[in-house]
């Protein structure tokens, strides 16, 4: 469903949209970021993993290791990889220069896998994206390497934690 944006009578600004990836017509647009300044900006993100328990006892007694090498590494890899190509995944994201990228994970109880990916940069916009798609990303290679064991592994939520830099800041950083 298109949202709602009036259009300005002839001669009248309009309104600005609260979605900054739409133009005044409601068509997507990528938004223009050549005004803003270039500010040290950082951003995390968490996915959680949660396995059924006979499935996580497996995985805890083997050290994360399954038939296809080690899980924490390989999700690692791929979040960092996954972070550098946001842009070509996510369609009006820039394509940014990452400074850094950190990836931990760790069990967060008896069956729940914790997944936190923090990215910074210096540049005109913001690393939400890239810190979301880290995270998710190397949650989806964890399932990939553990589905052989269950379909029944849950992903999700993922979500910002935080981010400094820009407009405003939000929640907390690792």
Same mark, same amino acid.
């Given at each position: ?22 133009? $005044?017509?409601?068509? &997507? /647009?990528?938004?223009?970021? #050549? ?7 950082? *951003?995390?993100? @968490? +996915?959680?993993? /949660?396995? &059924?328990? @006979?499935?996580? #006892?497996?995985?805890? $007694? ?6 296809? =090498? =080690?899980?924490?590494? %390989? /999700?690692?890899?791929? =979040?960092?990889? /996954? ?11 820039? &394509?940014?220069?990452? @400074? ?9 109880? *008896? ?9 910074? %940069? ?7 994206? @890239? $810190?979301?798609?880290? *995270?998710?990303?190397? $949650? ?5 390497? +553990?589905? *052989?064991? #269950?379909?029944?592994?849950?992903? =999700? &939520? ?17």
């Amino acid at each position: 469903m298109k949202p709602k944006i009036d259009k300005p009578k002839p001669g009248e600004p309009g309104p600005e949209s609260p979605l900054s990836h739409l133009d $005044a017509d409601g068509r &997507p /647009a990528m938004v223009d970021v #050549s005004g803003k300044p270039v500010t040290p900006r950082e *951003a995390s993100a @968490e +996915c959680l993993v /949660a396995f &059924p328990p @006979e499935v996580a #006892s497996q995985l805890r $007694a083997s050290g994360l290791r399954s038939g296809k =090498g =080690g899980i924490v590494e %390989t /999700a690692i890899v791929a =979040g960092t990889m /996954a972070v550098k190509r946001t842009h070509e995944l996510i369609p009006f994201c820039h &394509p940014l220069p990452i @400074e850094g990228v950190r990836i931990g994970i760790d069990w967060r109880d *008896a069956r729940v896998l914790g997944i936190e990916c923090s990215v910074r %940069t210096t540049h005109r916009t913001g690393v939400e994206m @890239e $810190a979301l798609t880290g *995270a998710t990303v190397a $949650a989806l290679v964890v399932y990939d390497m +553990c589905k *052989a064991l #269950s379909h029944a592994i849950v992903l =999700g &939520p993922a979500k910002l934690l935080g981010k400094r830099g820009g407009k405003r800041d939000f929640g907390k950083l690792g």
